[in-house]
């Protein structure tokens, strides 16, 4: 047998070797489940590896959050209810825990605002007691879609083993929110005057509502594979 044919063996499994290796570092199950924390909330996930290289994730985010919020010289108790369903595709360009996402959060997103003055306020540019403007209410809605691209690292689906970390930063990005603001209870609650200034109030908190026309994403969170 010369030496060529001897070494074709030899030559076969050296290329064999690194492919079998890659293979085995993206052994195992192509779904996973999981939870995360972060800037939209907490929440629970689910990914589908199509490939080393896509992955197609879904997820559902719940944020309940009750602040104290100034707007214009006026303390508002505000709670925040945030559901954010959404739809993502993270893209694994190195065949490795690196990822560029892209995808839509949906669902109803508000902040309930309402304050009970109990000193002189100006509402609108006008001076009011608080027995003339009695409770001040108010909605902030944001979209109900709001388009997402972010960056991060995600090893699911990149190494051995059933538990995967993933961290995430982007933003997402929505349509302008709308703003209602209602004032009930007072003397003065159904007066025309006051409700011309309750609307220039309510395109002054507009103003300082449009910030959240882009919102940070930040999460981190965990995965089992299977």
Request: hydrophobic letters at 40%.
């Amino acid at each position: 047998m010369s030496l060529r044919l001897r070494l074709a063996p030899l030559a076969l499994a050296a290329c064999l070797i690194p492919c079998a290796v890659q293979a085995q570092a993206h052994d195992g199950g192509r779904f996973a489940v999981g939870a995360q924390i972060g800037t939209p909330g907490a929440g629970l996930q689910a990914q589908w590896a199509l490939s080393p290289k896509l992955v197609l994730r879904g997820g559902y985010d719940v944020l309940n959050w009750d602040r104290d919020q100034s707007y214009k010289g006026i303390d508002y108790d505000a709670k925040i209810d945030f559901k954010s369903p959404g739809a993502f595709v993270d893209l694994h360009p190195f065949e490795n825990g690196f990822l560029v996402s892209g995808g839509a959060y949906f669902g109803a997103r508000r902040i309930d605002l309402d304050a009970t003055p109990t000193s002189n306020v100006n509402v609108g540019g006008a001076v009011f007691t608080p027995a003339q403007v009695g409770t001040l209410t108010g909605r902030i809605d944001l979209a109900k879609t709001a388009p997402f691209v972010g960056v991060g690292y995600d090893n699911t689906f990149a190494l051995n083993g059933r538990l995967g970390f993933r961290v995430l930063a982007g933003a997402a990005f929505g349509d302008k929110p709308k703003v209602d603001l209602d004032a009930r209870g007072g003397t003065l609650s159904n007066d025309p005057v006051l409700r011309a200034r309750l609307d220039d109030e309510e395109r002054e908190i507009q103003d300082e509502a449009d910030k959240y026309k882009v919102l940070p994403v930040v999460q981190a969170g965990l995965n089992f594979r299977f």
